[in-house]
Nanobody
Framework: QVQLVQSGGGLVQAGGSLRLSCAAS????????MGWFRQAPGKEREFVAG????????YYADSVKGRFTISRDNAKLTVALQMNSLKPEDTAVYYC???????????????????WGQGTQVTVSS
């Protein structure tokens, strides 16, 4: 298991950009696929993006394809979510997560997401 600490987020106007970061503890960070999820008020948590342990595979929810980019730096033990062309419907609390399985090349919603960051608010005004 890894421990995850998030940073970034905040308030932005529609069409703007924000960058979320997630820092992990532990040398085993590079073993795990990583993902970002979000939860809007009154809604269930939903998958946003995932990246495989090596960074070679990425996976995005249809709602964010072409606007969001997930990346990782295994040397710095970080994963980031660059969010462009933000829309009011992107407003939510965002969470980073680590897969429970080692060396997964399938960072999909169905992966066994086991470790979670503390969450960070993203608010997009219209």
């Amino acid at each position: 298991q890894v421990q995850l600490v998030q940073s970034g987020g905040g308030l932005v106007q529609a069409g703007g950009s924000l960058r979320l970061s997630c820092a992990a503890s532990g040398r085993t960070f590079s073993w795990y696929a990583m993902g970002w999820f979000r939860q809007a008020p009154g809604k269930e948590r939903e998958f946003v993006a995932g990246i495989s342990w090596s960074g070679g595979n990425t996976y995005y929810a249809d709602s964010v394809k072409g606007r969001f980019t997930i990346s990782r730096d295994n040397a710095k033990l970080t994963v980031a979510l660059q969010m462009n062309s933000l829309k009011p419907e992107d407003t939510a609390v965002y969470y980073c997560a680590a897969d429970s399985d080692y060396y997964s090349d399938y960072p999909t919603p169905g992966a066994r997401w086991g470790s979670w960051g503390q969450g960070t608010q993203v608010t997009v005004s219209s």
